[in-house]
């Protein structure tokens, strides 16, 4: 444990306090934040979807069809739900909403992924394995949708002004696909559905563009921080609940209930149960919706993760014995 928060979770919050101090010493501002945040939404972070994904295979998601099935199932339900939670605030647009679920209702598996099971679980293939399924829930499906809600929702508020004009029901859907985060990991999972094998010469183009992703969003919202007033409501501690404690909980219950494999089960639950996705915070930023609240939000779930995690660990060992 005290290795994943040396190399893990420490980390996080040293680039973020550079970009807080840099953003109070007046060296950056807001407005560079959104630039920062425009690059990883439009270039890095959908090079690091693309590179992760496109390595898969199909015999990956066939290997344990309960897996995928149990982390596809239960990830989206966990996303619908904290989207719906959030949408009964009644400060809250729907675009709001959208980006809770961006944030509370995924998990950062790009970033932490490795850095956190590896030293737990091992180097196997098992772990990548796990790692991979996970990512293209989140990545593939949970972000298009996630910005298919938000178009919605914006949608909805545009026609409001303009006189109640209703919009185009597909036009989210389409404004959601025009851009390289939504469409970069559909596409990848369809090569990888339809077979094909990427060339190892084209790693090093990506992998430049993708190791961009986390150091700068993360830096991005620590001066999106030093701009706003922290805030610690009830949505900042109802995301963390559903994140840190539902998600995980929901895993663990319907792992047991199909009779899971336990070394898998144990993975899926750390899975669940890490911090919010900073892809959550970069759309945020990106579109000017739910800022404060959601990065807020996510610097507490990753500071709660440190205890979150081992006390998941305990919890399914001990479930692992009485059910299984």
């Known amino acids: 444990m005290l ?58 998601l066939a290997v344990d069809i309960k897996l995928t099935i149990v982390s596809f199932v239960v990830l ?47 180097t196997s293939a098992t772990v990548g394995l796990v790692i991979a399924i996970v990512a293209i829930e989140v990545n593939a499906i949970g972000i298009p949708l996630g910005l298919c809600l938000l178009n919605a929702g914006n949608a909805e508020a545009a026609a409001v002004a303009n006189g109640g004009k209703k919009p185009n029901p597909w036009g989210p859907v389409i404004n959601a696909l025009k851009q390289p985060v939504a469409w970069a990991p559909i596409l990848a999972v369809i090569l990888v559905l339809c077979g094909v094998k990427w060339p ?6 990506f992998t430049l563009l993708a190791g961009a992703n986390a150091s700068v969003a993360v830096f991005a919202a620590g001066i999106t921080l030093s701009s706003v007033k922290i805030e610690l409501n009830s949505q900042v501690w109802m995301g963390t609940f559903l994140k840190l404690v539902i998600m995980p909980l929901a895993i663990l219950a319907v792992g047991i209930l199909v009779h899971m494999s336990p070394e898998n089960l144990k993975m899926l639950v750390v899975c669940a149960a890490l911090p919010p996705a900073f892809s959550g915070i970069i759309i945020a930023s990106r579109y000017n919706t739910y800022v404060a609240t959601g990065t807020s939000s996510l610097a507490i779930s990753t500071l709660l993760f440190m205890g979150a995690c081992p006390l998941w660990m305990f919890i399914t060992d001990w479930a692992i014995k009485a059910f299984l």
Request: charged share 10%; aromatic share 14%.
């Open 3 to 60: 290795h994943i928060i040396l190399y893990a979770i420490v980390p996080i919050f040293v680039v973020m306090a550079l970009g807080y101090f840099s953003g109070k010493s007046g060296a950056f501002s807001a407005d560079n934040a959104r630039t920062l945040n425009k690059v990883v939404l439009n270039y890095a972070l959908p090079a690091a979807l693309f590179v992760s994904i496109i390595k898969a295979n199909r015999a990956m």
């Open 76 to 122: 989206i339900a966990c996303f619908l739900l904290v989207y719906f939670v959030f949408r009964m605030y009644k400060t809250n647009t729907k675009g709001d909403a959208a980006i809770s679920a961006l944030i509370s209702g995924s998990p950062t598996i790009g970033f932490l992924g490795f850095a956190v099971l590896q030293p737990i679980f091992g």
């Open 200 to 205: 190892s010469y084209l790693d090093p183009s």
